[in-house]
């Protein structure tokens, strides 16, 4: 039994972004169009539409092209997406007006910028705001320690962007990125340690927290893992990755952490996208992983209805769907 794609990410919207998802709370599901890459890559396009009209951050990732397999590459590519700025910009604005400051309509948040819409003399509010900042981001036990001390330097590099402060937000965005030749640069941030697969996962958790933080709704993710059942290797190299067996079970088990940690998170929501074959190879299809089958698979359902609340749905094919809906009535 298959639902139209349509129908379902209307479900999706109304029942889970505009909803759980806007009011704490954080869901995985998995989705597998009957059409393969076409309806993979079109789901995901319509994801991000309606993401982007709810006010949520997005972010979408291929297999083809990231080792989902490694929890901290994954996290890499998501952070890759996001703008830091932004989210900074909206966090300060949002801490500054609940004390009550008048903040420039237009712009950035630098300290002399408020102080001067203030009539605050500029040294004064710079003691201010590392109280605030202290308080608001330093003492959110939400966020990962290492990830605090990282927005607390972006934070301040938006404050003030000449010297010190400034000269380390792109660093910590490169170290958010997975992209920091040597970690000896955000010594000065007292960070000492790259994002690893044992950190990578408190990271993500904490990236969603920070979208709301920053005055989004949360984070919306897509995953297409098409590529991890495909077993074969075109004859010639086409620059994208292709994975064993071994990797196949690893991704499952990523996917079977992130479920069970949905407890743990909020303001996330993750849609993976698989292809047909992930419900029907016998060596790397979803049967391979018990942990991971017994919490998406319905064990009981209607013979007859679809439920679009299930962990994982079948969609029909866009083709199939146009061409039902031209037949004549009969």
Not at 11 to 28: F, K, M, P, S, T
Not at 157 to 172: N, Y
Request: hydrophobic share 45%; proline share 4%.
């Amino acid at each position: 039994m298959e639902l139209q794609a349509a129908d379902w990410l209307a479900v999706i919207r109304r029942d889970y972004l505009e909803q759980y998802v806007r009011a704490g709370g954080a869901a995985v599901k998995f989705a597998v169009p009957a059409d393969g890459r076409p309806g993979r890559d079109a789901l995901a396009g319509e994801l991000r539409a309606v993401a982007a009209a709810g006010g949520f951050a997005f972010a979408a990732i291929d297999s083809r092209w990231a080792r989902l397999h490694l929890i901290d590459q994954l996290f890499f590519h998501v952070a890759r997406q996001i703008d830091w700025d932004a989210l900074t910009d909206g966090f300060l604005r949002r801490l500054f007006g609940t004390h009550g400051y008048e903040l420039p309509e237009e712009g950035g948040v630098e300290v002399v910028q408020i102080a001067a819409r203030n009539g605050l003399d500029p040294a004064e509010l710079d003691y201010t705001v590392e109280r605030l900042l202290s308080d608001a981001l330093l003492r959110n036990y939400a966020l990962s320690y290492e990830f605090r001390l990282a927005m607390k330097r972006l934070c301040e590099a938006r404050l003030r962007p000449e010297g010190a402060a400034g000269s380390l937000a792109e660093p910590v965005r490169q170290w958010l990125g997975g992209e920091l030749r040597t970690i000896a640069a955000l010594k000065q941030a007292r960070i000492y340690r790259k994002i690893a697969r044992h950190t990578a996962r408190h990271m993500l958790a904490s990236l969603a927290q920070w979208t709301r933080l920053g005055g989004l709704a949360g984070l919306v993710l897509a995953l297409d893992i098409g590529r991890y059942t495909e077993g074969a290797r075109p004859p010639e190299p086409d620059g994208s990755f292709y994975y064993s067996n071994s990797a196949t079970l690893d991704l499952y088990e990523v996917l079977r952490q992130c479920i069970d940690g949905t407890d743990e998170m909020g303001y996330c929501f993750m849609l993976v996208l698989a292809a047909p074959t992930f419900l029907t190879d016998e060596r790397r299809g979803l049967n391979r992983y018990d942990a991971l089958r017994l919490r998406i698979s319905d064990e009981v359902h209607d013979r007859t209805r679809v439920n679009p609340f299930a962990s994982l749905v079948r969609l029909a094919g866009r083709d199939d769907a146009r061409s039902r809906s031209a037949e004549p009535d009969e």
